[in-house]
């Protein structure tokens, strides 16, 4: 079946600098990949989509990266502010429709 | 205006009860999924109706039934409630039937504790 890991140890970083978190799936080939965020008591929010043929996306401070031979997608957070911290979950979906998420890695942006 | 909203926010019950907890969408969506969030946090689909028809139905014991009245609504009741449904239960939505295309907006959430 297929699996997803997420770095399950928090990534603590000082404000200012990039932030770096990775996704790496097996037994899967997804069609797309999303990158969410959550905060505590609530429920994820959407950030990022990038699709198997896309190699990288930008929002903002926001970059996405997908590499469909490494099974890996990588998410950046430039200039990281303290309001960045949270959980940030990656979910895969093929054509079908149905998202397998990872478990997250929770984010310590200290001042 | 809440866009995808839940009841209640907490349920705390007794083994063997039943419950339903309740999700409406005011986003105009065509898909509504359920998801379990377990205590390692992760999410896991349970269900996905579009426009009103069910397109996911992971495997979820048959004590767990999802309704949905209209597209903006997905209630979820389970019967015969055991100590392993407690978690923090989902309710989501997106645009059309290719979810994986477009994000999925999620509520809240209902912290569920079964004793």
């Known amino acids: 079946s297929q699996k997803i890991e997420q770095n399950s140890e928090a990534l603590n970083i000082q404000e200012g600098k990039t932030a770096t978190l990775t996704c790496n799936y097996t037994n899967y080939s997804p069609a797309y990949l999303q990158w969410y965020r959550q905060d505590p008591g609530r429920g994820p929010v959407f950030l990022l989509l990038?699709?198997?043929?896309?190699k990288e996306k930008r929002k903002e401070r926001l970059k996405v990266t997908f590499d469909t031979t490494l099974k890996q997608s990588l998410f950046h957070i430039t200039a990281s502010q303290p309001a960045d911290s949270a959980t940030y979950l990656c979910?895969?979906?093929?054509?079908?429709?149905?998202?397998?998420f990872g478990s997250g890695t929770k984010l310590n942006v200290k001042p | 205006d809440t866009a995808v909203s839940q009841t209640p926010k907490y349920l705390v019950t007794q083994m063997g009860n039943d419950k339903s907890i309740k999700c409406e969408q005011n986003l105009g969506h065509d898909t509504m999924y359920w998801y379990k969030q377990d205590s390692k946090k992760f999410l896991k689909i349970m269900f996905s109706y579009n426009n009103k028809e069910l397109i996911i139905n992971e495997t979820v014991p048959n004590r767990f039934s999802p309704k949905s009245p209209d597209k903006a609504h997905l209630n979820l009741h389970i019967n015969s409630l055991e100590l392993g449904d407690s978690a923090v239960y989902f309710c989501?939505?997106?645009?059309?039937?290719?979810?994986?295309?477009?994000?999925?907006?999620f509520g809240p959430g209902t912290r569920l504790t079964v004793l």
């Open positions: 979910a895969l979906a093929s054509n079908f429709n149905k998202f397998y």
């Open positions: 990038i699709r198997e043929n896309e």
């Open positions: 989501a939505s997106s645009q059309d039937g290719t979810g994986a295309k477009n994000e999925q907006f």
